[in-house]
T-cell receptor, first 110, second 114 residues
């Protein structure tokens, strides 16, 4: 079956670092995405990992371990505007069907 | 370069009516995906289309739902005889012929069935 797990909610303080974990079990794997979605808006692309390791992009980094079926999104120097849902998604083999997790709602407090 | 456009942004229908949701992909993009998002839930894949072809509709309910992406014009997601459970946000995404992995999302259509 297809299963993507991530925490439902997290709270962190402005200026801090937060790590959002994602584990997956899918019938195929062709890469893992992280998207940010503010309430009532469309998801926006953050990162795409297809090989193991850490990819850094400004304040955001994403890590992948294919053998463990595990990824995390690391957000540094948190800002209030980072309060949003963060969606973990796996691209199935064949390259077009993307399976989304339910998302992690991050609350950044002052 | 305009992003993915969807219209209408909000749609209210009564039970039994038809809903038509439109999606215009980004310029140069030939792949369109439709997703449904229920409140407090993640996006659920519905269908993947290329011009004039349905590639994968495994996420689409077998009845009342259909999708098309004609040679000219936007992609259409059509829901016949809507029921209250169809109330959701429907997102369209598009990707280019190369680098198909990255999908660009439209603003969504929020359907409310009364």
């Amino acid at each position: 079956g297809q299963n993507i797990d991530q925490p439902t909610e997290m709270t962190a303080t402005e200026g801090a670092i937060v790590q959002i974990n994602c584990t997956y079990q899918t019938s195929g794997f062709n890469g893992l995405f992280w998207y940010q979605q503010h309430a009532g808006e469309a998801p926006t692309f953050l990162s795409y990992n297809v090989l193991d390791g850490l990819e850094e992009k400004g304040r955001f980094s994403s890590f992948l371990s294919r053998s463990k079926g595990y990824s995390y999104l690391l957000l540094k120097e948190l800002q209030m505007k980072d309060s949003a849902s963060y969606l973990c998604a796996v691209l199935n083999t064949g390259g077009f069907k993307t399976i989304f997790g339910a998302g992690t709602r991050l609350f950044v407090k002052a | 370069n305009a992003g993915v456009m969807q219209n209408p942004r909000h749609l209210v229908r009564r039970r039994g009516q038809e809903a038509r949701l439109r999606c215009s992909p980004m310029k140069g993009h030939s792949h369109v995906y439709w997703y449904r998002q229920l409140p407090e839930e993640g996006l659920k894949f519905m269908v993947y289309l290329q011009k004039e072809n349905i590639i994968d509709e495994s996420g689409m309910p077998k009845e009342r739902f259909s999708a098309e992406f004609p040679k000219e014009g936007p992609s259409i997601l059509r829901i016949q005889q809507v029921v209250r459970g169809d109330s959701a946000a429907y997102f369209c995404a598009s990707s280019p012929p190369v680098d198909q992995e990255t999908q660009y999302f439209g603003p969504g259509t929020r359907l409310l069935v009364l």
